[in-house]
């Protein structure tokens, strides 16, 4: 299957949901506020410079950013 520029945004933003989701828990565990966790994971992600590189495309707002805010209303 090939990877087309929306896959690859899909992916991308999954991965770093993942990784903020893992932090998040572990807050839970060191006893450190959860918004100070992912403000900090925030930072080192954006420091890192891994190569991510994120373009928004239609099929991107459609799939990732369109459906939350259907279903809580």
Do not use: Q, W
């Amino acid at each position: 299957m090939a990877h087309t520029l929306a896959t690859e945004g899909v992916i991308t933003i999954v991965f770093l949901l993942i990784i903020t989701m893992v932090f998040a828990v572990a807050s839970k565990y060191i006893r450190i506020p959860y918004t100070i966790v992912l403000t900090i994971t925030g930072l080192l992600i954006a420091l890192a410079n891994i190569g991510l590189s994120i373009t928004l495309t239609p099929d991107l707002i459609l799939f990732i950013f369109l459906p939350p805010p259907l279903c809580v209303s």
